[in-house]
């Protein structure tokens, strides 16, 4: 059985964890918003491991590694710490509010 797509599965589990984490926090569920950061780091360990263990790894793969990388530890950490730590600093100017 053919196990390729697995390392794959678990990088769109680190862009789908990173993305809720920018959701949750917009939300102002900043609790939440870090533990979709830190699941999404367990997955981006997992996928790296299994596409060398598995031998499945390709430029398209690397990629989305990239993509979900930037969402799930660029993005998602920065907007976490904007709308928390800086929620009450009113010279950086006036913080949004999103309804949903």
């Not at 918003?33 to 430029?59: K, Q």
């Not at 930037?70 to 949004?96: C, D, Q």
Request: aromatic share 12%.
């Amino acid at each position: 059985m053919k196990w390729n797509w697995l390392p794959s599965m678990c990088t769109l589990g680190n862009l789908g964890l990173g993305s809720l984490s920018l959701l949750y926090t917009i939300q102002e569920r900043y609790e939440l918003a870090l533990v979709m950061i830190l699941l999404a780091a367990f997955c981006d360990v997992m996928d790296g491991m299994l596409a060398r263990m598995l031998g499945c790894t390709s430029e398209f793969g690397k990629q989305l590694d990239s993509l979900a990388d930037i969402i799930s530890f660029g993005l998602a950490p920065t907007f976490l710490i904007l709308l928390y730590k800086l929620e009450n600093v009113h010279w950086l100017g006036p913080r949004p509010r999103l309804a949903f």
